[in-house]
């Protein structure tokens, strides 16, 4: 079966002209693939589940597939990407992805077949000023990735619109045609690693009549500045009826986007321009005819005649090869694995655990770690080379080994997380990194199928848990979801049926995390609520209605004393009031507005009093603002707002985590629960506790708080749609462990949230009262989870991973930020850009916060580089030169954009920087509010 694909130019062309085509995948071949995941899963199951430690239970044919994938990844040639034409739902349609071939030779032949006269390989830098055939108002810039069928694609690194954002379009791969490349249509930004050698003419953009051509139309040849014929297309002058151009005055020749062979010629009283071979329309008439002069030879070139592009490709080839010293890593050489039984050997030897489930989710968790640090953050497609020099670095380094480390700080961030991941293996033996890049292959085969395979499959069945078969869920949903049930061991009670699903729960470590990630992005798209456009594409839709929110009042409210007054003026209170009639629907919208930098959103967001508008910035602002508001504490050490209180651990600063919060008991001093005296037998109170937390007391301190736990989840659902990291410190075990059905420890549990409890209760009796009513609430949380985010599919992802991608970085990593930074008036070598850097640095953590919100309205940073949707952007302010140690920076929030004076000292800089994030109140005026509006805001409570 075929699939199909076009699209149009993201950038600022404006035709849909360009198709791809790429042979589908049937439901056979899917089905297939998911029996040959489970084949694969066999043998970790196996040991989950037997004494079984055997090394050698991968089935034969897919040890030889592992082999296959080694020797793919370490020729470091091929690149597997989506395009544009792969549909918004990236699992949806494989069919559209491309694997691209980075090979000089091949992208050379790419080039030949565009006619241009340089050879762009991957990882040039190329400045576009075409598109769809029409050049552009504003020049964009782009990375050659490499060619597929013929075709060179590419990818838009900086688009000169609205927002500066790529996730409008451009950050997919496309491909060139013809009409983008002529007239200097791409120019090389720096040399280039085609060394400036001259690619040759391939025989069809050439003149291969020896006489050069005629003039026969009667009316003469118009000659224009442009292969295309449109308005902006100038008339440069006729060529006269009767005009023989010599072949060497030809200089081109090609088809426009009408079909219209057109030449480029010289023409010594008008100049360069383009003249048609024929009229278009009418009757067609030739403008003008080959000349063939008997006995008379072609224009001798210093190449000779090539036909295709391939023949072009291989002659550039021969004289690349001789001035190149890149196209053989010679260090790559001491990774080859040159038979199947070496690299069966390899992969067998390279385990750093007893166990092999153990040892390969180590294995994953390290190739995952050095991937972060790569473009793309895939650790499926990214490159030998990166992986091989990062596990080079963490083996010799664990074993206490000096390696020269590359100065590069993209290579050395990969390099130091490789090595943090095999810090910690301290008694086992560490295999040879040769032996783990293979072992690393092997994971890689796994999860190349597995991307595939997810799609496709229920990751918790109805008929687990099933009543049918004796257990405690009836047909259809299970207690146990979500972590709703706090006695999993009830579960070894009864029959559990086997599945693909549950193999795949039970090793979900082995799965990398970018693997896991594209599916839960895939699902989430896929359950977007459709938005249709407005008639106006800088207008958002009717849909997306508009949310009002008094910051200052807010502000204002929670300044006091008075919790009722804070649980009704906060800007959590207002959001909730506001949307509470909403459906799960209204908030899994995902509109992009046109100019808001990419920002996904569910609403619009009014501050009053404010004079802002949304353009992106307010909108993260009030997710922001309402995660700070609900960790605030009141004058009892418990929470303002009656949604989240600390922990007793953090009230009394005592234990491990000091900085967590937990769900709040509401007016109560404790948590209370009834008790029955009535003598039952043990399977009664076994069921009993199974559903305890859907059956304890309830009262309306408890139905206040489980409302609010309820809209929190809506919140941080609705924020992870839109790519908005929220401010959570909630603990592990009791709520992102139970969320994604991890494995259960009471004691580790109440040692993370109340130490003292943890010492006094009897070990083995029933859980504290603490964790029972923290799991109660984690039901309400969880619920309004699941409003916005399909909460079954969570189950893939271990706690850890679902804080960091729901939370993202705790910290704000100085280092992540500088590698995501653009400048504009300054250079990286400028004194004020180093004062910036190192004030940055010398924060505290409380600051850092400070500062993101306020150069971006949020408070967290994205996990690693390829999450970012923009760049961060360091503007001068050149307005205040004269006085610039007297000025204030200033920020634009929808645009991550700083607007720094140029400071004369570092002190001077820290001091205007601190003094501005601490004392902003509300966001820079985008137009005057009248005074009813500044009244309403600034009202009295």
Same mark, same amino acid.
């Given at each position: ?7 149009k ?18 439901g ?40 296959n994938?080694?020797?793919?990844w370490?020729s ?29 030779t091949?992208c050379?032949a790419?080039?030949a077949?565009?006619g ?10 190329v400045?576009?000023?075409r ?24 990818r ?24 983008e490349v002529?007239d ?8 280039g ?8 003419l ?7 009549s ?20 449109f308005d ?8 006269p009826c ?15 986007s ?8 010289r ?10 071979s ?27 005649r ?17 001035v ?19 690299? =069966? #050997?390899?992969a067998?030897? %390279?385990?750093?655990?007893?166990? $092999?489930?153990? !040892?390969d989710?180590?294995? +994953?968790? @390290?190739?995952?770690?050095?991937a972060?640090?790569?473009e793309g ?5 990214c ?18 080994e ?6 590069n ?12 991941v ?20 092997v994971?890689?085969?796994? =999860? #190349?199928?597995?991307?595939? %395979?997810?799609?496709?499959?229920? $990751?918790?069945? !109805?008929?687990?848990?099933? +009543?049918? @078969? ?7 949903a ?6 709703r ?5 009830s579960?070894?009670m ?20 970018s ?11 896929a ?14 839709p009717?849909?997306?209605r508009?949310?009002?929110? =008094? #910051? ?11 919790n ?16 509470r ?13 046109k ?21 992106s910035?307010p ?5 922001t603002?309402?995660m ?19 922990t ?17 008991i ?21 069921i ?6 859907l059956?304890m ?19 941080v ?30 004691d ?5 949230m ?7 209760i ?11 009513w923290?799991?109660?609430m ?5 619920d ?38 653009e400048?504009?008036?300054y250079q ?8 910036f850097?190192?004030?940055l ?12 919100q ?7 940073l994205?996990?690693k ?12 302010d ?19 954009t ?9 002190d ?34």
């Amino acid at each position: 079966m075929a699939s199909r694909g076009t699209e149009k130019h993201w950038g600022q062309g404006d035709s849909v002209n360009k198709m791809d085509n790429q042979l589908g995948v049937d439901g056979v071949d899917y089905l297939r693939n998911i029996l040959a995941v489970d084949e694969i899963l066999n043998p970790y199951f196996a040991e989950l589940n037997t004494e079984n430690r055997a090394w050698s239970g991968h089935p034969e044919w897919f040890k030889r597939e592992a082999f296959n994938e080694y020797q793919r990844w370490s020729s470091s040639r091929w690149y597997r990407t989506v395009t544009r034409g792969s549909g918004p739902h990236r699992l949806a349609t494989t069919g559209l992805d491309v694997e691209l071939d980075t090979s000089p030779t091949a992208c050379a032949a790419a080039c030949a077949g565009l006619g241009l006269r340089f050879a762009l390989l991957a990882g040039d830098r190329v400045t576009v000023k075409r598109s769809a055939g029409r050049p552009l108002e504003l020049a964009e810039e782009a990375v050659v990735l490499g060619a597929h069928q013929g075709r060179l694609y590419y990818r838009i690194v900086s688009q000169k619109n609205e927002g500066g954002s790529l996730t409008e379009g451009g950050g997919r791969a496309w491909f060139w045609d013809e009409s983008e490349v002529v007239d200097d249509g791409l120019q090389l930004v720096g040399p280039g690693k085609g060394m400036g050698i001259e690619l040759p003419l391939i025989d069809r953009f050439r003149c291969l009549s020896s006489g050069g051509l005629r003039i026969v139309y009667d009316g003469g040849a118009v000659m224009r500045s442009d292969l295309e014929i449109f308005d902006r297309s100038a008339n440069i002058g006729t060529i006269p009826c009767g005009t023989v151009i010599p072949q060497n005055q030809v200089l081109e020749r090609r088809v426009n986007s009408c079909g219209v062979v057109r030449f480029r010629v010289r023409y010594d009283t008008i100049g360069e321009g383009w003249i048609s071979s024929r009229i278009r329309g009418g009757k067609e008439e030739a403008i003008l005819e080959p000349v063939h002069s008997p006995g008379k030879e072609t224009v001798k070139t210093k190449y000779p005649r090539f036909e295709t592009p391939e023949e072009s490709a291989t002659a550039w080839y021969r004289m690349f090869k001789k001035v190149s010293t890149e196209h053989i890593d010679p260090q790559l050489r001491q990774w080859d694995i040159n038979s199947f039984d070496e690299f =069966n #050997r390899l992969a067998s030897r %390279a385990k750093i655990d007893n166990s $092999l489930v153990s !040892s390969d989710s180590k294995i +994953a968790a @390290l190739i995952t770690a050095v991937a972060d640090f790569t473009e793309g953050g895939d650790a499926v497609d990214c490159s030998f080379g990166e992986a091989a020099s990062a596990v080079a670095y963490a083996v010799a380094t664990a074993k206490g080994e000096t390696i020269a480390e590359s100065g590069n700080a993209v290579n050395s961030g990969a390099n130091q997380a490789a090595a943090a991941v095999l810090a910690t293996e301290e008694e086992v033996e560490l295999p040879s990194a040769k032996a783990l890049m293979a072992r690393i292959a092997v994971l890689r085969a796994l =999860n #190349r199928r597995a991307r595939v %395979a997810l799609p496709w499959l229920m $990751l918790r069945p !109805s008929q687990e848990g099933t +009543a049918i @078969l004796g257990g405690l869920c009836g047909h259809g949903a299970s207690v146990e979801r979500a972590g709703r049930n706090k006695l999993l061991d009830s579960t070894d009670m009864w029959v559990q049926v086997s599945s693909v699903a549950s193999r795949i729960r039970d090793c979900r470590q082995l799965f990398f995390l970018s693997v896991k990630l594209s599916f839960l992005e895939s699902v989430t798209n896929a359950t977007t609520t459709p938005t249709p456009l407005s008639h106006d594409e800088y207008e958002l839709p009717r849909e997306i209605r508009t949310v009002r929110v =008094n #910051r200052l009042k807010a502000r204002r409210a929670m300044a006091g004393d008075d919790n009722r007054t804070k649980r009704k003026h906060s800007v959590f209170a207002q959001l909730q009031n506001e949307t509470r009639t909403w459906g799960g629907a209204a908030l899994r919208r995902g509109f992009v507005a046109k100019g808001h930098g990419g920002q996904k959103r569910a609403f619009k967001v009014k501050l009053v009093g404010e004079g802002v508008n949304d353009y992106s910035g307010p909108y993260r602002e009030v997710f922001t603002d309402a995660m700070n508001e609900i960790v605030q504490e009141d004058a009892n050490g418990r929470g303002a707002l009656g949604v989240l209180d600390p922990t007793p651990n953090n009230n009394s600063q005592i234990g491990d985590d000091q900085d967590l919060y937990m769900f709040s008991i509401g007016e109560r001093e404790s948590p209370e629960f009834g008790t029955d005296e009535r003598r039952i037998s043990s399977e009664e109170n076994r069921i009993k506790q199974t559903f305890s937390s859907l059956t304890m007391p309830r009262d309306e301190s408890s139905r206040e708080v489980e409302e609010s736990l309820v809209f929190l989840g809506r919140l941080v659902g609705t924020a992870f749609r839109h790519g908005i990291p929220v401010d959570l410190p909630l603990p592990m075990n009791v709520v992102w462990k139970s969320i994604v059905e991890d494995n259960d420890d009471d004691d580790a549990a109440l040692k993370e949230m109340d130490l003292l409890e943890r010492r006094r209760i009897v070990p083995n009796k029933a859980s504290a009262e603490t964790l029972l009513w923290q799991q109660r609430m984690l039901n309400s949380f969880v619920d309004g989870l699941s409003n916005v985010l399909p909460v079954e599919i969570l189950s893939l992802l271990t706690g850890v991973e679902l804080r960091d991608v729901l939370c993202g970085n705790a910290d704000v990593d100085v280092d992540l930020l500088r590698r995501v930074v653009e400048y504009e008036g300054y250079q990286e070598e400028d004194p004020v850009v180093s004062y910036f850097w190192d004030s940055l640095r010398e924060m505290t953590a409380k600051d850092r916060k400070k500062f993101l919100q306020f150069v971006w309205a949020r408070s967290r940073l994205p996990n690693k580089e390829s999450e970012f949707d923009a760049p961060f952007k360091i503007q001068r302010d050149s307005s205040r030169d004269d006085d610039a140690d007297v000025a204030l920076p200033s920020a634009s929030t929808c645009f991550f954009t700083l607007t720094l004076p140029r400071y004369s000292s570092k002190d001077v800089l820290k001091e205007k920087l601190l003094f501005a994030i601490d004392n902003v109140c509300t966001m820079e005026s985008d137009y005057v509010t009248n005074d009813a509006e500044v009244g309403e805001g600034w009202r009295g409570l």
